[in-house]
């Protein structure tokens, strides 16, 4: 088997475990304010980590501090620019018939179609200053999509407010994937020399 095939072979298995994430939750109700969640807000709480208590999108707003619109924002542009998120995305628009390059009703209300493209991820790169001394490690092996910041949320969340965690992420994606979550979630990044991550819990 050449490389290539391998790699779409395991692209496609990991295509199929988020498809079926994203049918257990599509649906179900928002663990914030019972909300029946679609397609999208489901697909937003696999990519913010949130796939053990998916949220509808204010709440998620809520729980990341972040306003909604922003944070819809933010998150549109990010699960269309990773392969695993993005046929999410264009599966739940299509049952939603909501098109699948659009702004789709349930989460532009107001908006009546296409606003600007979606945009450039914004590069801001690691910070440069030293990184403190970690107070943690984890090695996430291969593990990506939406099981590796969901593995990742809850490893942070047993720290401080403040403590390092070196992370060891093997997935192809990762050099994508841990920088745009940083900025999601509003963790730090203090350095990234793939396989390696050192990522700063956020203040409360
Ligand atoms: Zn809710
Ligand atoms: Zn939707």
């Known amino acids: 088997m050449t490389a290539a095939a ?11 475990v988020l498809l079926r994430d994203l049918d257990r939750l599509t649906g179900a109700g928002c663990a914030g304010c019972s909300r029946r969640l679609c397609g999208h807000e489901a697909l937003f709480s696999l990519a ?15 729980a990341l501090g972040r306003t909604p ?15 695993c998120f993005r046929h999410g995305w264009e599966v739940a628009s299509e049952r939603e018939g909501a098109g699948p390059a659009g702004r789709p009703v349930c989460l532009w ?3 009546g179609g296409e606003g600007r493209p979606a945009g450039q991820e914004e590069s801001s790169g690691p910070a440069g200053a030293a990184v403190p ?4 490690a984890w ?3 291969d593990m990506g999509c939406g099981d590796l910041v969901l593995a990742l949320r809850g490893r942070l ?30 963790h730090r990044l ?4 793939h396989p390696e991550y050192h990522i700063q819990r956020k203040e409360p």
């Open 109 to 111: 209300p107001a908006a």
């Open 139 to 141: 090695d996430a092996g």
């Open 133 to 136: 001394a970690p107070a943690g």
């Open 6 to 16: 391998s790699d779409e072979s395991e692209e496609s298995a990991a295509q199929r």
């Open 157 to 186: 969340n047993t720290l401080p407010p403040g403590a390092v965690l070196k992370v060891t992420a093997r997935d192809p994606a990762a050099p994508l994937d841990l920088p745009a979550w940083c900025r999601l979630t509003g």
């Open 69 to 83: 619109d922003e944070l819809r924002d933010h998150l549109a542009r990010y699960v269309r620019h990773r392969d």
């Open 190 to 193: 203090l350095s990234a020399a």
């Open 48 to 62: 913010a980590g949130f796939k053990d208590a998916p949220r509808c999108l204010a709440c998620l707003a809520d």
